[in-house]
């Protein structure tokens, strides 16, 4: 673990050497013409590790649009993005499934993604630049404000910082390494950390914890036109397609033959007893959901997190109600080659595609099923539901719908 500290003073020193290197005012056009006819440039990203998947795909969209709105206004052309590969992921546990940064292209089409913006993998960088080892020329910390309210109010800004404690760590890769780092309080939409890029006139700029800036404007048309253009890679959806064939009876994208449920478990179970019912809860709420929608289906898909034998309980009950109840159980096979990540996003398709879909309360994981079934025209009232804790508040789910 490598602990860094930065002084006030090599900051200063840095701040002084970039003024005289090219340091401009980000909104200004000429600062913005000068460094557009230069060679291309990249940003490079993180989050904080603990954060799961789908909350890393929220981050990956606030990134994205960066870049894209930024083209859309003519600026900022020779920038493109790094995808972080997939590496290390807490909720990954699997064990023997060997632990490599994993590409985009494992659980994306990145061909999609490019043609919403201007997205490279980080093997593709390396093969570009044919360096054995590769040198990230500015590594800035991002941290929140200590009070994100001063003066009672939520305000846009960032500010450098004397230090911070960071764990240098790039994905692991041993030959990747960093020039310098620089601690920045940031706070409000993403689109300002333009003026932090534009800092230094530098070709690799990285942001480690890129959770902290926000969406601009989330819900926004370029928002969906963002979210549509993260597809699952081919073989993510040819498996999930040929399970609901197989099992599930359905060959269209809107089936009508089954509902499905995303029972968030684990650190839910533990950590959020008020928002998630019991077993016994949770097998009642589905078949007075299933009654109430259309009491002909008896096919249940479930994904879920959930211990084995979480699952065989939930299963029993639901059979003792009269249900079908079916998950999907990768192979040996499947998990080798679609890992925990890809077993996941074939769970989470098999819901999508489900007459009727409850999810899990503040999820990630459900909400990113919310927006591709908004995406592929299910009528809301399908899509927003929630298991609700057995006794105590249970508040309607936000409805994010989609914007054309
Ligand atoms: N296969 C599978 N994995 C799940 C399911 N629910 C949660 N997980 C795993 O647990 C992780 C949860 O983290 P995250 O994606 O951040 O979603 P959140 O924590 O529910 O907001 C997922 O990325 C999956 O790895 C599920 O229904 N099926
Ligand atoms: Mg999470």
Excluded at 48 to 61: H, K, W
Excluded at 62 to 78: H, P, Y
Excluded at 233 to 243: D, F, G, H, N, P
Aim: hydrophobic residues 35%; glycine residues 4%; aromatic residues 12%.
């Amino acid at each position: 673990m490598i602990f860094i500290s930065l002084l006030l003073t090599s900051l200063v020193l840095t701040c002084a050497e970039d003024n005289s290197q090219g340091y401009c005012i980000a909104n200004e056009q000429s600062c913005a013409t000068q460094l557009e006819e230069e060679e291309e440039k990249f940003i490079f990203y993180d989050v904080n590790p603990p954060e799961g998947f789908n909350l890393r795909r929220d981050v990956y969209m606030r990134f994205a649009i960066m870049m894209s709105e930024a083209r859309k206004q003519g600026r900022r052309k020779n920038w493109n993005l790094v995808l972080p590969p997939w590496y290390n992921l807490y909720h990954w546990k699997t064990a023997d499934v060997s632990n490599e940064p994993l590409p985009w292209s494992m659980f994306f089409d990145v061909e999609s993604l490019k043609a919403f913006a201007p997205v490279v993998e980080l093997h593709e960088l390396f093969s570009k630049t044919k360096r054995k080892h590769f040198q990230i020329d500015r590594l800035y910390v991002l941290q929140n404000f200590p009070n994100a309210f001063e003066n009672g109010v939520f305000d846009d800004k960032w500010e450098i910082n004397t230090h911070c404690d960071y764990t240098a760590s790039f994905w692991g890769y041993k030959n990747v390494t960093v020039k310098e780092i620089v601690c920045v309080k940031f706070q409000g939409m993403i689109s300002k950390l333009w003026e932090v890029v534009m800092q230094s006139s530098h070709k690799y700029v990285m942001f480690a914890h890129g959770e902290i800036p926000l969406h601009d404007n989330y819900g926004s048309k370029s928002f969906w036109e963002c979210r549509k253009s993260m597809k699952f890679s081919k073989k993510l959806i040819e498996t999930a397609k040929k399970y609901i064939s197989e099992n599930l009876h359905c060959e269209g994208d809107i089936c009508s033959t089954y509902i499905s449920v995303h029972w968030r478990r684990q650190d839910f179970a533990r950590a959020r007893k008020r928002d998630v019912p019991s077993i016994k809860g949770t097998s009642t709420q589905i078949d007075k959901a299933i009654k109430k929608h259309n009491s002909d289906i008896v096919d249940v898909f479930i994904a879920s997190d959930a211990q084995y034998s979480e699952l065989i309980q939930l299963e029993n009950q639901l059979k003792n109600l009269g249900y079908r109840v079916h998950f999907y159980s990768p192979t040996e096979n499947d998990l080798q080659e679609l890992r925990d990540g890809g077993i996941a996003i074939v769970d989470q398709i098999i819901c999508t595609h489900a007459a009727y879909f409850i999810g899990t309360h503040e999820s990630t994981f459900t909400f990113r099923i919310q927006e591709d079934r908004e995406i592929l025209g299910f009528e809301s009232s399908t899509t927003f539901n929630r298991l609700c804790p057995d006794t105590g508040r249970c508040e309607k789910p936000s409805k994010w719908t989609i914007v054309q």
